[in-house]
């Protein structure tokens, strides 16, 4: 599977969001990895569907919406009428995830779902088969620039596995910590969508993080019972 470049705008310079989208979106990457904190779930607070609105005029890239937020489902419809094209939520802010997998497969988008480092595999296990992406986060959401958590290359390699032996189509996403060191060991381990913040903007040369990062193709060998 070719890999996906989804460059975070929480690394983003705020004041100039449209040229940094525009930047990284002519820099060959295809998604735009956009964080949306309530400061509930996690700390900090970000932008909400109007700034999403907004951006939507100035670029026509995938918008990957990472809703780090409480009762998602108060705020699918929000930024699916702002122009999401994904729309991620995490496992640990609801209690009817399919409910909310519906929801967002109702308004025309793509549905991801995520888990925080410290949530286990099982908690998506019953998700993946409705599910067009899942979203293995390697840092604790709430802040850019955090280090990638080593220990989740296994998890990452586990639900690989799992998309395979469900033979169900399921994206697998990382986001946290990664570099173009990281994104090896992460694509080794099976994730085909990598999101990148401060390793792509804080980049003198975009296009050349954009490139390091994708990297060479990694070919899966699956092993035949």
């Known amino acids: 599977m070719a890999t996906i470049i989804a460059p975070s705008?929480?690394?983003a310079d705020f004041s100039h969001l449209a040229d940094e989208i525009q930047k990284v979106a002519a820099a060959g990457a295809e998604y735009i990895h956009i964080d949306v904190m309530d400061g509930t779930f996690v700390p900090e607070i970000t932008i909400g569907a109007p700034v999403v609105k907004s951006l939507r005029k100035v670029s026509d890239i995938v918008f990957d919406v990472h809703l780090m937020v409480e009762h998602p489902e108060t705020q699918i419809k929000s930024f699916a009428d702002a122009g999401a094209d994904i729309i991620t939520f995490h496992v640990e802010t609801t209690r009817h995830p399919h409910r909310v997998i519906q929801q967002i497969h109702a308004l025309n988008c793509k549905a991801g779902v995520a888990l925080n480092p410290g949530t286990s595999l099982s908690a998506v296990e019953e998700l993946i088969e409705d599910a067009d992406m899942a979203l293995v986060m390697t840092v604790n959401p709430g802040y850019?620039?955090?280090?990638?958590?080593?220990?989740?290359?296994?998890?990452?390699?586990?639900?690989?596995?799992m998309v395979q032996e469900m033979e169900t189509e399921c994206d697998i996403?990382?986001?946290?910590?990664?570099?173009?060191?990281i994104s090896v060991l992460a694509r080794e381990a099976g994730a085909n969508i990598l999101v990148a913040g401060s390793a792509?903007?804080?980049a003198a040369d975009v296009a050349k993080a954009i490139k390091d990062i994708r990297g060479k193709e990694i070919h899966h060998h699956h092993h035949e019972d």
């Open 144 to 161: 850019a620039g955090q280090s990638f958590i080593e220990s989740m290359l296994g998890k990452i390699h586990m639900l690989y596995h």
């Open 9 to 11: 705008i929480l690394s």
């Open 173 to 181: 996403q990382v986001d946290g910590g990664i570099n173009a060191e």
């Open 200 to 202: 792509i903007f804080g």
